[in-house]
């Protein structure tokens, strides 16, 4: 943010005043005060302003936010600036710029996939675009509407398991519409399709780690017959639509290891900008301008015989204090990576302990300094230095359900959500584990990680949370 300040100077207002009369100099200098109030009332509302959440990670994209003066304490009755409902439940985060929220979600009964705008203040729905129809779930997990919206506050993007994606300006114009399975094949992945996509200097980038075959799953085909089923990057002119290149991603992992539900992260690294992509049984950097691989950290699961076997992975890669930090899955390792790595078969810089330091699903974050892993099955939180990996602190959050949810961190908070729709709220830092409270947001029911259990992690913006639950979307503020 940019703000220019213009001086005046009362030296030059001094001789002015010695041709005025009584009555002029009191008109003039009261003109001449309210003239600096309004300026500097200016000034404090620029340097107020609000920061938004652009992606499905948040401004910075490591799960954190700058926003003060969040809440830690509330309800469905307490604390709620409005609430409104949604069509659906889904996994896809609310996505906030300026006065506007963005969602996805699926309409049961027209069985149509649509990206919905609200007014950020009053949760009036302003918009709603249909973008895809037909099919809106392939198995008891999720539904197509899973990827997260992204927007650069000059267009929304919108994309589905399905492979449709559509552009909007803010007011809900449709700019370009694509079916990505015309030209690259439908996405092969064994559960649903949940890579959401990035904005990210002036291009849009779609992530599809599958399979490199075609094949069935619970009565639906997945990939499509005749294309290169090789997992790749695309990246897509946000104004037309059309692809600037493709780049290939093969790995040796093989069957659903070689599947990824992860999405792209970006960070500066020695003057450039460099794009993280975790999955394949590995994490790979890439030049964001070309999509070149620049460094590989070593895989985590040589010929299906390591951690995991063969199993999908979920958690995008996460970037602190000049590391990497990824996440294997199934009770694996997390392993970190210097961003200033170069070359392949590199050995992490540090392992964790399993036992004490891991997550299947959720996303870690990065605040202050420190990395903040959510453990998803064991429902523990660790405080982790990012380069040495030592475990400052681990604590149990005493939730009763899972977390698919990813951590948002600001104001010195941890937010996640649980299945049933419970936010769990921990204090950042510190020497130990605080849990500040528990906060029942859901719709009452107990679900245990089918379709209906809450996924979406909470975005923090104009210094409120965004909670979607089952059946609502909650603004939460003081």
């Known amino acids: 943010m940019q703000v220019k300040i213009y001086w005046f100077s009362l030296f030059r207002v001094r001789p002015l005043r010695k041709h005025l009369d009584n009555e002029q100099r009191f008109r003039f200098s009261t003109f001449f005060m309210k003239s600096l109030s309004l300026i500097a009332l200016t000034l404090v509302t620029t340097f107020a302003q609000a920061e938004n959440w652009p992606n499905w990670r948040g401004p910075n994209q490591d799960g954190s936010s700058p926003e003060k003066n969040l809440t830690a304490k509330f309800s469905k009755t307490e604390g709620v600036k409005w609430a409104v409902n949604v069509p659906a439940i889904s996994a896809s985060v609310p996505i906030v710029w300026g006065d506007k929220v963005f969602l996805t979600a699926p309409i049961a009964d027209k069985e149509q996939l649509v990206g919905l705008c609200y007014d950020a203040k009053t949760g009036k729905e302003l918009w709603r675009q249909v973008v895809s129809e037909g099919g809106l779930q392939w198995d008891n997990k999720s539904n197509l509407a899973s990827p997260s919206p992204v927007t650069d506050g000059k267009q929304v993007i919108f994309l589905f398991a399905d492979a449709v994606c559509a552009s909007f300006d803010l007011n809900g114009k449709l700019q ?28 849009l980038y779609i992530q599809v780690l599958q399979r490199n075959e075609t094949f069935d799953f619970q009565g639906f085909a997945k990939g499509t017959p005749g294309k290169d089923m090789t997992s790749y990057i695309l990246a897509v002119d946000p104004a037309s639509g059309k692809d600037l290149w493709k780049h290939l991603r093969p790995t040796p992992a093989q069957v659903e290891s070689l599947e990824a539900f992860s999405s792209p992260v970006f960070a500066n690294q020695d003057g450039k900008r460099v794009m993280l992509i975790s999955g394949g049984d590995t994490l790979t950097l890439h030049d964001a301008t070309t999509g070149e691989e620049t460094a590989r950290l070593a895989t985590w699961n040589l010929a299906g015989e390591g951690y995991n076997k063969f199993f999908r992975l979920v958690p995008s890669p996460v970037v602190g204090d000049g590391m990497a930090l990824v996440c294997a899955p199934k009770n694996s390792p997390v392993f970190a990576l210097p961003m200033s790595s170069k070359g392949k078969d590199i050995q992490p810089a540090w392992t964790s302990d399993p036992k004490v330091v891991t997550t299947d699903v959720s996303t870690p974050a990065f605040y202050e300094g420190s990395f903040y892993v959510l453990d998803s099955g064991r429902k523990t939180v660790s405080r982790v230095e990012p380069k040495t990996g030592k475990v400052l602190w681990t604590g149990e959050t005493g939730s009763k359900s899972k977390f698919e949810s990813s951590p948002s961190v600001a104001d010195g908070k941890i937010y996640m959500t649980n299945f049933w729709g419970d936010v769990f709220v921990v204090k950042a830092g510190g020497d130990s584990f605080e849990l500040l409270s528990v906060n029942a947001m859901g719709d009452g029911t107990k679900p245990n990680g089918d379709a209906a259990s809450c996924r979406s992690s909470i975005a923090v913006a104009n210094g409120c949370l965004f909670i979607r639950t089952q059946d609502k979307l909650y603004c939460v503020g003081q």
Do not use: I, N, V
């Not at 370009?176 to 291009?203: N, V």
């Open 176 to 203: 370009w519409k694509r079916d990505f399975k015309e030209t690259h094949g439908a996405f092969a992945t064994q559960w649903t399709y949940g890579s959401s996509p990035a904005l990210d200097g002036g291009k």
